[in-house]
């Protein structure tokens, strides 16, 4: 008789016994997940992490001495693990935990999200089912922008001759310090608009973009309906596919189609319409395969395709689903901010 796999080993670090006891339970409905210790401060969690060498992290941001932060970059760049930020505050407060993931978390939820008072509905089941999924996760220290200029790849400088209309960019899981990384290696004065899709829990897009907006030398902002395309980085927002029309503006579509909204495959595919062979496309590391189909798209049109390469993706997923169809490069961060640092703005948009 063989035996199943090993539960995947989860550490808390709540410093409210009765949330943890009660995250604790919500977790253990679970067949393979086992809680191998609490932890109710951050010093606590990084000597149990040594100790318990637990699969995921679940962190809360607000914590007595050491907060949530701190916690992420200590241990991202000591004891690299799947984590986990549950952050009872949402909009104006998400900040911090949006900054954890740029340092290096897999996913941040709001704590209302996880239903603890249902365990047993189909919703918690798919959050632990994905919590199990995230536990299995290969993570490392996370990429950072390259602030001295590298000879390109002969790949890469291979694209200074071409033209864009509009850069799209897509991110899943492990999404955030990628994209810091690619995004800050943009000159300053990067004239083509950049319009980014990343899956991320509701309430949390905003306080990214204004936390993105700090660090880098472009201007970063929320798309809204009707607004112009100019230079600058564009998010979608929560809820909505972020679409670009011929004219160079913007439009949001609420309908639900697929499982992901805002979608990649969206905004991939407004591009190759839109801008035809002057479309480029990119796709980051993320589980799935949101994107490949517009990639695709774009690649019919003549337009530029790039996905993340295996080596630096924490999630091979939707690179990879675009790689298989047909990329002009797979490269890892640096190469795409070179790429897309050496494309012309096409006549009209700078």
């Not at 050491?66 to 970059?73: A, H, P, S, T």
């Not at 390109?152 to 400088?157: C, E, H, K, R, Y």
């Not at 697929?258 to 796709?283: C, I, N």
Request: hydrophobic residues 45%; aromatic residues 4%.
């Amino acid at each position: 008789m063989t035996s199943g796999p090993s539960p995947r080993r989860v550490l808390i670090c709540e410093d409210s016994l009765a949330y943890a006891t009660a995250l604790s339970r919500f977790l253990e409905r679970d067949e393979e997940i086992d809680v191998v210790g609490i932890a109710p401060t951050g010093e606590q969690a990084i000597a149990d992490v040594e100790r318990l060498e637990p699969d995921l992290l679940t962190l809360d941001m607000q914590l007595p001495g050491m907060d949530g932060l701190e916690v992420v970059k200590r241990l991202m760049g000591s004891s690299p693990l799947p984590i986990v930020v549950l952050s009872a505050k949402v909009a104006r407060g998400s900040e911090q935990a949006v900054a954890a993931l740029a340092a290096g978390a897999l996913e941040v939820l709001a704590k209302d999200m996880l239903r603890l008072d249902r365990p047993d509905d189909l919703w918690a089941q798919a959050m632990r089912s994905r919590l199990r999924r995230l536990s299995s996760m290969r993570v490392a220290r996370p990429a950072v922008a390259r602030h001295q200029k590298q000879a390109p790849s002969q790949a890469s400088a291979g694209l200074g001759s071409r033209s864009a209309r509009a850069i799209g960019v897509g991110a899943s899981t492990g999404g955030p310090p990628v994209l810091e990384a690619i995004l800050g290696g943009l000159p300053a004065d990067f004239s083509v608009p950049v319009l980014v899709v990343q899956h991320m829990a509701p309430g949390f897009i905003e306080g990214f973009a204004r936390w993105l907006d700090q660090k880098l030398s472009i201007e970063v902002r929320i798309a809204a309906e009707g607004d112009r395309a100019t230079p600058g980085i564009w998010f979608a927002p929560d809820g909505a596919h972020l679409l670009l029309t011929k004219s160079m503006r913007f439009a949001l579509e609420h309908e639900p189609e697929g499982p992901h909204r805002p979608s990649v495959d969206a905004l991939l595919s407004s591009l190759a319409q839109g801008g035809g062979s002057e479309a480029v496309g990119v796709v980051l590391t993320g589980m799935g395969k949101d994107g490949a189909v517009g990639a695709a798209a774009i690649h019919r049109a003549g337009g530029i395709v790039i996905a993340q390469d295996e080596a630096t993706s924490v999630v091979y997923g939707m690179p990879r689903a675009v790689a298989e169809n047909g990329a002009d490069l797979v490269v890892p961060p640096a190469e795409i901010a070179d790429a897309l640092s050496a494309l012309r703005p096409a006549r009209g948009v700078a």
